[in-house]
């Protein structure tokens, strides 16, 4: 009996999961994203193109793959129009190989201008929303209110869109927005009537009966493990479950379909937006992190926090997603370091954590530090393991010590072509 595996990123998102997906394509039939929603950037390079992924799964590249939008997954088909249009124009059929969850949720134009209207009665406290109405929309799926593309199959679609959108101008109030709201709304309407050409379909049956009939399914995840609304670190999370629990509800999988779960890493950490990041490097060293792994948002273009490697939130996400084994992205950008340090502990008033505690964002807390010899060697041309530096051998063996899981991929640079898998 097929199982469904996972692939998510262990840290507060931008891992490299895009890359990691397209690599590993061409073993799974289907790949599917099962929560987020354009929030996510998911960032592809091969035949020295850049491609940038915001809604549709990362396998729409390769040929004999098809990809699945499940029900987790909140859509904005402006954006994904856009998407879309670009994909085409490069010679990329997306209409036979993207099948759409009817019960995925839409954002609706209200729902952006809630966000920014959220975000800026919050002031200091704002939380870096994408304003994208991910939040918006998902409060609204909870509230039993929300808008599913199975819906636009309905007569009376206009009739409940407006009944949406009246609840949102009460909360508005008199915010101005009038022009904001009639510039979004005919792209919205275009996009909706653009997106009718696709396929909708009950994902929960499509998937398992593709599993019972032998096909292969990856479930790709967006952002990361630290941004998840339950084990993140809350109120700065995104608005889903980001961990493998979230493939059950957002694909209709039972846990025991549940196969090897691939958690992506980067060899050190950066954060967008607001919250905590025990490990930050608010100096020198973090701005040429910053620069050399050009860590600048996918989705915001907004510069990222940048800091080394932190094992208690590494080792916090292997143990609520179940990682079987993982992938460490972007070695190559610790190149030229002779020392890389290693985040072991939490120093919290005294007291030396090796966990994530409840609460991170109110606790002082100080990274206790491990000191680990660089390679110092440009890692970019390397295609097998037996040409890798001593030093570098030394990193991975010392963070699959720490963390109890095997490192099976490892990414030397963008490119598709740098990825090496371990056996």
């Given at each position: 009996m097929n199982k469904v595996d996972v692939l998510l990123g262990l840290q507060w998102g931008d891992e490299g999961k895009g890359k990691i997906v397209d690599v590993v394509t061409p073993d799974y039939d289907i790949i599917a994203r099962f929560q987020g929603g354009p929030n996510a950037g998911h960032t592809l390079i091969f035949d020295d193109k850049k491609y940038v992924l915001h809604t549709i799964p990362s396998g729409i590249f390769r040929d004999k793959?098809?990809?699945v939008i499940g029900n987790g997954v909140v859509i904005d088909p402006i954006i994904?129009?856009?998407?879309?249009?670009?994909?085409?124009?490069?010679?990329?059929?997306?209409?036979?190989?993207?099948?759409?969850?009817?019960?995925?949720?839409?954002?609706?134009?209200?729902h952006k201008i809630l966000d920014k209207y959220s975000e800026e009665q919050k002031g200091i406290n704002k939380i870096g929303?994408?304003?994208?109405?991910?939040?918006?929309?998902?409060?609204?799926?909870?509230?039993?209110?929300?808008?599913?593309?199975?819906?636009?199959?309905?007569?009376?679609?206009?009739?409940?869109?407006?009944?949406?959108?009246?609840k949102h101008k009460t909360i508005l109030g008199d915010y101005d927005y009038a022009e904001l709201l009639a510039e979004l709304e005919a792209k919205w309407f275009e996009a909706m009537e653009f997106m009718s050409k696709f396929t909708l379909i009950d994902s929960e049956h499509y998937i398992n009966n593709a599993m019972n009939d032998g096909?292969?399914?990856?479930?790709?995840?967006?952002?990361?493990?630290?941004?998840?609304?339950?084990?993140?670190?809350?109120?700065?999370v995104t608005s889903s479950n980001t961990i493998t629990a979230g493939t059950c509800t957002g694909l209709g999988v039972a846990p025991n379909r549940i196969g090897e779960v691939i958690g992506i890493f980067k060899a050190y950490c950066t954060r967008v937006g607001s919250g905590p990041f025990p490990s930050e490097l608010d100096n020198e060293v973090g701005e040429n992190i910053r620069?050399?792994?050009?860590?600048?948002?996918?989705?915001?273009?907004?510069?990222?926090?940048?800091?080394?490697?932190?094992?208690?939130?590494?080792?916090?996400?292997?143990?609520?997603?179940?990682?079987?084994?993982?992938?460490?992205?972007?070695?190559?950008?610790?190149?030229?370091?002779?020392?890389?340090?290693?985040?072991?502990?939490?120093?919290?008033d005294g007291e030396k954590l090796d966990y994530f505690p409840y609460d991170i964002n109110s606790l002082n807390v100080k990274p206790v530090y491990e000191s680990v010899k660089g390679w110092n060697k440009d890692l970019t041309g390397m295609r097998d393991m037996k040409d890798a530096p001593?030093?570098?051998?030394?990193?991975?063996?010392y963070l699959e010590r720490e963390l109890q899981t095997p490192i099976t991929i490892v990414s030397v640079g963008p490119d598709r072509e740098q990825t090496i898998i371990r056996k």
């Open positions: 793959t098809i990809n994904i129009k856009d998407e879309i249009d670009k994909l085409e124009a490069i010679g990329i059929d997306v209409t036979s190989k993207l099948l759409i969850s009817k019960k995925a949720h839409l954002i609706v134009p209200t929303s994408t304003l994208k109405g991910i939040g918006p929309t998902y409060m609204d799926k909870t509230g039993r209110n929300g808008l599913r593309m199975g819906d636009s199959l309905s007569p009376n679609f206009k009739e409940k869109y407006s009944a949406l959108q009246e096909k292969s399914v990856l479930a790709e995840g967006a952002q990361g493990t630290m941004l998840d609304v339950d084990f993140g670190t809350y109120p700065f620069k050399i792994g050009h860590e600048y948002g996918a989705t915001t273009g907004r510069d990222r926090r940048c800091g080394w490697i932190d094992l208690p939130a590494l080792k916090y996400a292997i143990m609520v997603n179940g990682a079987t084994q993982l992938s460490m992205m972007k070695a190559d950008v610790l190149d030229s370091f002779e020392e890389i340090q290693v985040c072991t502990h939490y120093d919290i001593q030093e570098f051998l030394d990193y991975i063996t």
